[in-house]
């Protein structure tokens, strides 16, 4: 039954995937944003009711929490007519990996974990709550080097297929990991006490979490311009995405 | 019935030696359109309209005609009713302006109907026309790009920056065509920090204008380091800054426009990083672009003007039933208000406000369906029928 919540999510953030591709649709595009996250949001809501605490630990359960925090921080953040482009970027991956943490079991999965559940939202929420926003991030920073090549080589429909101006779009990604690391500190840091508690050495994960946070504590220290601070956060997210798809599979195993 | 009528004249069939003589300003026009009755006159350096409410609008040619000095047959169109409407509901819209979209026509025609002392029928077709001159901004994106060169300079530095609050410029010659875009620029907000050029006297007198600083061009790199915006339009035979001359900046995008030919900056400069480089042929391309783009979206506001021209006829359609429902709602009052007199002194006051509230209540929702029925019939093609029958069943006579 629970499961059921899953579908009108899915239509949602489908329905934004495709209507972000024209400014005519955009409207019903964000519409279906804002639908598919409370959809969501009930789902979430539901499987954590259900499992009495913190269900998202399996690998396709944390994509599903992931998938959320990401349309989240797109609807807190990104969710202007100014900035359909970005949900371009950022609805289509969002509405895929939320299939694919369906079919691998995410949705379902809702059994209790070993952890407590203060521990998990610390840990594994915050985490995910960088990421996502870390996600985010880089689509600005995408976006940013697109308009940058369109300035560069003066294309003549830059004022027709009009993006956020520049500068704009940096700071709005800068600001978004200055947002993150917070959180990715706090994840880390719940992390790193659990693992003293059980005399456990770093997995990959863990170390490249670290390096994760080495890179964007050091974005945010010497805050490069321009396309190095794009290229930058975009070099982050490389990163995210091998901790996320590539890493996650078996860390609370 | 009143119609409505429209004599004028623009730039689709009058050149501009012939628009200029006809040209009013604001109280012209309006005296004007007191002149030939009940009146609104739009005049435009594009246009000079009359918009009358009536058959005739010979008086309003005859006072075209005396501007221009000159008979102007041929060249005036006359429209009338629906087509008038029309037109000026595209005339608000902008879609019979020279650029398509363009936002002054608006303002210009909200400027004509405040002049004016418009009757109901011009207040409504004006009031109607102003909002589909909105509905089309809000709706199409018909508006939003720029439509000439300096215009496109200032929207691509705003493309760059964001606001162009406080942004300083650098304004490299003392010309025509680098003052319109520096005003431009200045218009968003930018400030004009500086302007070179070869001759002092020159450079002070722009400068003074903007309240800036005038400078030489040796002095080209200090301003340089200054400034966020670079425009260039001397009338200078080479190169007046070469890209090595361009201090580097690490955090601050630098954008240089030049409009001048032959060119004034370096084309290497828009390879360097964090800098960017528009010149006259760019910055016609842009423009080239944002027109097509505005054509392109001009069908779409087509089709929204068709939709207000539906309204505005069903509106007039209405008018035709509207004597008919008045007569049967002043003999159904009658009859209420004869019956009511007749009970004298046999009720209470208190009972006969109940009466009243009681039987007007009745009337209200007996003649309510009738009364919709029949605006409908005539937004249909058999308004009069239905009118000459209920005025037929009922007796009543409306003249």
Known sequence: MVEALFWPAFLGYGEAALAYASARTSRAATWGVRLGWLAQTALLAAQAARAGGFPWTSWSGSLDLFVWLVVAAYLVWGCRPRFRLLGLAVMPPAAALFLVARLDGGIAAAGRARYSSVFLVLHVGFVLAAFAGFTLAAALASLYLWEEGRLKRRAPDILRLRLPPLQSLERLTRRTIAVSLPLLTLGLAAGIVRLREDGSPLDALEALTLATWALYGGVLLARPAGRRGAYLALGGFALVVVARLVLSAGHFA | ?399
Request: glycine residues 8%.
């Open chain 2, 1 to 399: 019935m009143t119609s409505l009528s429209l004599v004028g004249l623009s730039h689709h069939v009058a050149p501009v030696e012939l628009r200029e003589r006809v040209a009013l300003d604001v109280e012209a026009a309006a005296a004007l359109a007191r002149s030939v009755g009940d009146a609104v006159c739009l005049s435009t350096c594009n246009r000079t309209e009359v918009y009358v409410a009536g058959d005739d609008a010979a008086p309003a040619a005859g006072a075209l005609e005396r501007l221009a000095g000159e008979p102007l047959d041929g060249v005036l169109y006359r429209l009338h009713d629906e087509a008038a409407a029309v037109h000026l509901f595209r005339v608000a819209a902008g879609l019979d302006s020279l650029v398509p979209g363009e936002a002054e026509i608006l303002g210009q025609v909200r400027e004509a109907l405040d002049a004016a002392e418009p009757g109901p029928l011009l207040g409504r077709v004006f009031r109607q026309a102003l909002a589909v001159g909105k509905r089309v901004r809000a709706e199409t994106a018909i508006g939003e790009s720029p439509a000439s060169v300096s215009s496109a300079a200032a929207a691509l530095a705003a493309q760059v920056f964001g606001e162009l609050e406080g942004r300083r410029v650098l304004l490299v010659g003392a010309g025509r065509i680098g003052a319109l875009a520096a005003g431009n620029l200045a218009s968003r907000g930018a400030e004009i920090a500086f302007v070179a050029n070869r001759s002092p006297q020159a450079a002070r007198r722009v400068a003074d204008r903007f309240a800036g600083e005038a400078v030489g061009l040796d002095e080209l790199p200090r301003a340089l380091a200054a400034v966020d915006v670079v425009v260039a339009s001397t009338g200078a035979p080479g190169v007046v800054l070469r890209a090595a001359e361009v201090p580097e900046r690490r955090r601050r995008p630098l954008f240089f426009i030049d409009i001048a030919v032959p060119r004034d900056l370096d084309p290497a400069i828009g390879g360097l990083d964090g800098c960017f480089l528009y010149d006259i042929d760019d910055l016609e391309a842009v423009v080239a672009e944002t027109l097509a783009g505005r054509r392109a979206e001009a069908a779409r506001a087509e089709q929204l003007v068709a939709e207000e021209a539906e309204r505005f006829r069903t509106w007039r359609a209405s008018l035709d039933v509207v004597p008919a429902i008045a007569s049967l709602r002043a003999y159904a009052e009658q009859i209420r208000a004869g019956e009511l007199a007749k009970l004298g002194d046999r009720v209470s006051e208190r009972e006969r406000r109940t009466l009243e509230s009681v039987t007007q209540q009745i009337l209200n929702k007996l003649l309510h369906v009738p009364t919709v029925r029949l605006k409908e019939a005539a937004a249909g093609a058999d308004g009069a029928s239905y009118a000459d029958a209920v005025r037929h069943l009922f007796g009543l006579d409306d003249g």
